[in-house]
Nanobody
Framework: VQLQAFGGGLVQSGGSLRLSCAAS????????MGWYRQPPGKQRELVAT???????NYGDSVKGRFTISRDNAKNTVHLQMNSLKPEDTAVYFC???????????????WGQGTQVTVSS
């Protein structure tokens, strides 16, 4: 299973970025898709997850600014990030919890991470 992320980069404070992540490979069903981030010198933290395409969960620091969405047909998750702040600077990791189409067991998969830098 592979996760390919797109859309990181450098943006000024108050700007917007959109991250996308596409999952491919031996997937029977994806139960959860989402994003986590790791700011410099800090632990990885929740940004947002979406379960089944409708049930969302956001980290407190991004509520009202970020929106997660999912395209089930394309196994893709998007993160629209608005009103970005310097403290949003981090490496953003795509994440899925899925059932393999080989053994139908549950697995977690993390992407390699994409850098988001917000300048003040």
């Amino acid at each position: 299973v592979q996760l390919q992320a797109f859309g990181g980069g450098l943006v000024q404070s108050g700007g917007s970025l959109r991250l996308s992540c596409a999952a491919s490979g031996s997937i029977f069903r994806i139960n959860v898709m989402g994003w986590y981030r790791q700011p410099p010198g800090k632990q990885r933290e929740l940004v947002a997850t979406v379960r089944g395409g409708v049930s969302t969960n956001y980290g407190d620091s991004v509520k009202g600014r970020f929106t997660i969405s999912r395209d089930n047909a394309k196994n893709t998750v998007h993160l629209q990030m608005n009103s970005l702040k310097p403290e949003d600077t981090a490496v953003y990791f795509c994440y899925i919890h899925y059932n393999s189409d080989r053994d139908y067991r549950d697995y977690d998969k993390w992407g390699q991470g994409t850098q988001v830098t917000v300048s003040s």
